[in-house]
């Protein structure tokens, strides 16, 4: 069973959509204990920083999170989700994140031409570098992903398995072991994100 984290942020609805387009079983919950017996978590996330991770901590998920996350558990975080998944983020100050990847979360516009639009909102062609990840195992350098994002993972080198261009390459997915993330939205990426959810449901199954 999938559990995607409800803790009062994120496009939830859509997101288990497509995990059961997939045909994974799927529960949106912010109950602890259902989260705990999951078999992998899922951690969305839309809007600003500061105001997701004071409700991932309050709620006392955050700990939930890093706890299953440090037992081995698959853990996917998906934009904002992803960016929690860092040591901190500079957006509007400094907030503390989970901790769970090496890094920080910075504005892309320190590293993109001014003349590019801010947020980046669009399809954009992931780069895999010289080993693919298994999270893209059914697909192919160069696919296209949505993107809607203003901050960037940054300082976090050893951690990246995808970029993409924008006026710069950014970090479009990290990976620390069981802990994984995504910039850009699956759930709004077609085909190409439904395998990507695949994957990742496929993940610690014995065949």
Not at 130 to 135: A, C, D, E, F
Not at 155 to 162: D, E, G, L, M, Y
Not at 169 to 182: E, F, H, P, Q, Y
Request: proline fraction near 3%.
């Amino acid at each position: 069973m999938v559990a995607i984290v409800d803790y009062g942020v994120g496009n939830l609805f859509s997101l288990a959509s497509s995990f059961r387009a997939v045909g994974a079983e799927v529960v949106v919950s912010g109950d602890k204990e259902v989260i705990e017996s999951a078999d992998k978590i899922v951690l969305p996330g839309v809007g600003a920083f500061g105001d997701a991770a004071e409700k991932l901590f309050s709620s006392g998920l955050a700990e939930v999170v890093i706890e299953q996350a440090k037992k081995g558990k698959p853990l996917l975080g998906i934009c904002l989700g992803m960016q929690l998944l860092f040591d901190k983020s500079l957006e509007y100050g400094e907030h503390k994140g989970l901790g769970l990847i090496r890094g920080e979360v910075r504005p892309i516009q320190e590293v993109i031409p001014k003349d590019l639009k801010i947020p980046h909102i669009g399809w954009n062609a992931l780069e895999f570098g010289r080993i693919k990840h298994p999270l893209f195992k059914y697909l192919s350098e160069g696919t296209c992903v949505y993107f809607v994002h203003s901050f960037y993972g940054a300082n976090c080198s050893k951690s990246v398995i995808a970029s993409a261009e924008y006026g710069a390459s950014l970090t479009a997915a990290v990976a620390n072991k069981n802990v994984m993330g995504c910039q850009f939205h699956p759930e709004k990426s077609g085909k190409a994100g439904l395998s990507i959810l695949r994957a990742f449901c496929e993940m610690g199954e014995k065949k």
